[in-house]
């Protein structure tokens, strides 16, 4: 085992590639030649890449795909979806080309709200503390200008910043929770700047005030951050059609298909072992899109999974219904998303992506991430419900056991032509690939 090494990010790239390889591989002549392999040939763009992170090595490079023919709000759509996972793209754009002829996809936004908390101890009485928060409350505004004035020239800035006594929960436990407006930006950075000036005045103006008591002057503020949760930064997403207009898939009628897809979202919407699974298919789409576009995708998984748990039990995200023959099928999503800022003007292949999209805002890439996670879930649903979800997805996912297995392109073209008529599992392909070499 190697020892701790002083001073890694001092190094130079080829000096981390290096200690790396010969401390922690079998072969490091061949994982320094990996990691070169993957850097960018044009070293101001490398450079560029080596930069978002700390002790950048290399690139880990994922699919940019792209689901088309997207009707939403009367508007065609490609989707583009960075993603590893087999059937994800074909799901989406499957359930894009079924919902075009039927009125497409419909979005609206229902709250643009983003939070931040302060966080603090207070031992002391709850109304003078009140009184004291009521009383600095312009200060929390005059304070910030320098921070808010460019958001609010563009209508944005704070809202409001309310004390919560969270006692109940936690001894001594106060918090500031703030709401905010950051219109096309993610945030992230100005909230927290915010909070932390908010941080500041409490506390100062808390070791001089009047209406505190000397023994209550002293707030201890524990930390002052951002939320990733935003439930009332949501979109809703739907689609619908008379029922007889879903046409039938095999020997199931168009009736019995909606009723199947309802009975599916009422199981997903009770029963969490299944909703879990039945919301990961739902993020396969979210992240795919959210991640092409330069969002911070572990932000939107974290808060949309607390959303689906809001009421005490995790729950589907979608929602079903069959009302005087038309079919109904929709998704509500909290989703905190930028479209300025960050990777977005950075990142050259994200920067496409927003261009493929129409120069989105942030309520326009709201709507489209929302489709994108209710279009999945209905492709994944209606295979569920109807030839179930092997046969599709293991023929997707075809190409990458043939490559396991090192086929030749001739070998994966004979192979794919004989599981458009067979069932493709993983032993199925290994003994068919066995089979055609023996032949050959």
Not at 426 to 439: D, F, G, I, Y
């Amino acid at each position: 085992m190697p020892s701790p090494i002083e001073g890694f990010s001092k190094l130079t790239k080829e000096e981390k590639i290096r200690w790396i390889a010969e401390h922690y591989t079998h072969d490091p002549k061949a994982s320094i030649s990996l990691f070169k392999t993957y850097w960018n040939k044009d070293a101001d763009l490398q450079q560029l890449h080596d930069e978002f992170i700390e002790n950048t090595l290399s690139n880990f490079y994922l699919p940019l795909g792209i689901a088309p023919n997207f009707l939403i709000n009367g508007k065609v759509y490609a989707l583009p979806m960075a993603i590893e996972e087999s059937s994800v793209v074909a799901a989406a754009s499957k359930a894009a080309k079924f919902w075009f002829s039927r009125g497409g996809f419909r979005t609206k936004i229902l709250g643009t709200e983003k939070i931040g908390q302060v966080h603090f101890m207070y031992q002391g009485d709850p109304g003078r503390l009140a009184a004291f928060v009521e009383q600095i409350q312009p200060l929390f505004v005059s304070e910030t200008l320098s921070i808010t004035k460019n958001m609010v020239a563009r209508g944005g800035g704070i809202k409001k910043v309310e004390l919560r006594d969270k006692r109940q929960d936690l001894k001594d436990y106060y918090q500031l929770h703030c709401t905010f407006e950051t219109l096309d930006a993610m945030g992230a950075n100005f909230i927290n700047s915010c909070l932390e000036q908010f941080a500041k005045t409490l506390q100062r103006e808390a070791s001089t005030s009047p209406i505190l008591r000397p023994e209550e002057r002293h707030l201890e503020v524990v930390m002052s951050i951002l939320s990733n949760y935003v439930p009332q930064c949501f979109v809703r997403a739907e689609v619908s059609c008379p029922v007889d207009e879903l046409g039938s898939v095999g020997d199931i009628s168009a009736s019995e298909f909606a009723e199947k897809m309802i009975r599916a979202i009422s199981i997903a919407n009770i029963e969490p072992y299944r909703a879990v699974t039945h919301n990961k298919g739902i993020m396969n789409g979210i992240d795919a899109i959210v991640l092409a576009t330069g969002n911070d995708f572990r932000a939107v998984e974290a808060g949309i999974h607390a959303y689906a748990a809001k009421d005490g039990t995790y729950r589907s995200l979608t929602h079903a219904s069959l009302e005087n023959e038309v079919f109904r099928f929709w998704i509500e999503v909290p989703l905190a998303l930028g479209t300025v800022g960050g990777l977005t003007s950075l990142h050259p292949l994200v920067k496409l992506a927003l261009e493929i999209l129409g120069q989105p805002s942030a309520k326009d890439l709201m709507g489209l991430v929302a489709v994108a996670g209710l279009a999945q879930n209905f492709g994944a649903v209606q295979s569920l419900v109807t030839t179930g979800i092997q046969q599709g997805h293991m023929k997707m996912h075809l190409l990458n056991i043939l490559n396991q297995m090192g086929a030749s392109e001739q070998e994966k073209k004979q192979l794919v032509e004989h599981f458009k008529k067979h069932s493709a599992t993983h032993s199925a392909v290994v003994e068919a690939l066995q089979e055609l070499r023996k032949t050959s």
